[in-house]
């Protein structure tokens, strides 16, 4: 049995008897634009949490304001402990069954490491998905077994059609180019880097991939790291110029994030 649990952080205050249902709630709250609704998917239980609107991620100097934008605002999370469930007899993807005949999902979280397999499943069963962000993903090389379960998630490239996607724990640029691969339908892509690197050709090599795609959407960049700092920008600055990478593109530093977009 599916245990649910409604938290309502403050200051919203909304009343919920038995003629008063969840689809109700979210439905008024997304109309007023008061608050939105997130699902957290947790160790034997799903937690729906309605909380106050703040902006996230992807939101680039963008705030909601149709009520078709406020509807699609629905995030799904899993968390760290959906580790442990993937191998009992209910399953995460039990949970996400359940949750979807709540509300319709466009927005998901990973927080944690998920593993090629593990990821092709949850995608196949959210495919209203409007931007991923993924904690820390196992990536296969050419001669490891799991390349089978690569042809998997490539099999999705027809079918998904997220446009963010936000790559928590990033070591290679080749992580990168996988998910370019399979998700083309990105204009925005945000990545941590867990260390340090040549930053110049870092982007370099991101840009000069994505030209190489004649359907490339991609037109926003946001690259987290500890170093960043001014000088970093105007060297990235310098060599987009020097090589004619973009030509209509604006640069700039956000504390510890390097924002680039471009036409």
Request: proline share 2%.
């Amino acid at each position: 049995m599916h245990a649910c649990v409604i938290l309502i952080s403050e200051p919203v205050s909304i009343k919920i008897n038995k003629d008063y249902s969840l689809h109700n709630v979210i439905g008024k709250g997304t109309a007023y634009g008061q608050w939105i609704l997130d699902t957290e998917i947790g160790v034997d239980n799903i937690i729906y949490s309605i909380s106050p609107y703040k902006k996230r991620w992807y939101e680039q100097g963008n705030t909601m304001n149709s009520f078709d934008e406020w509807s699609k605002s629905m995030r799904l999370v899993l968390s760290d402990a959906c580790q442990e469930e993937w191998c009992k007899s209910l399953t995460v993807k039990d949970y996400i069954h359940h949750v979807l005949t709540v509300t319709q999902i466009y927005h998901l979280y990973i927080y944690f490491q998920i593993s090629i397999d593990k990821l092709t499943n949850v995608l196949q069963m959210l495919p209203k998905l409007d931007s991923l962000e993924i904690y820390c993903f196992v990536y296969a090389g050419p001669d490891d077994p799991l390349l089978e379960d690569i042809q998997s998630l490539f099999d999705l490239v027809a079918k998904n059609r997220i446009t963010k996607l936000y790559l928590k724990s990033i070591f290679l640029a080749e992580e990168i180019y996988l998910f370019m691969e399979i998700f083309q339908y990105i204009n925005q892509l945000k990545v941590e880097l867990i260390q340090s690197v040549d930053m110049e050709s870092f982007v370099r090599d991101i840009l000069l991939h994505s030209m190489m795609k004649p359907n490339s959407r991609l037109q926003f960049l946001c690259f987290c790291l500890e170093m960043a700092d001014d000088l970093m920008v105007q060297k990235i600055k310098n060599m987009i110029e020097n090589e004619n990478l973009l030509f209509d593109f604006n640069i700039k530093r956000v504390m510890n994030e390097i924002h680039l977009q471009w036409n």
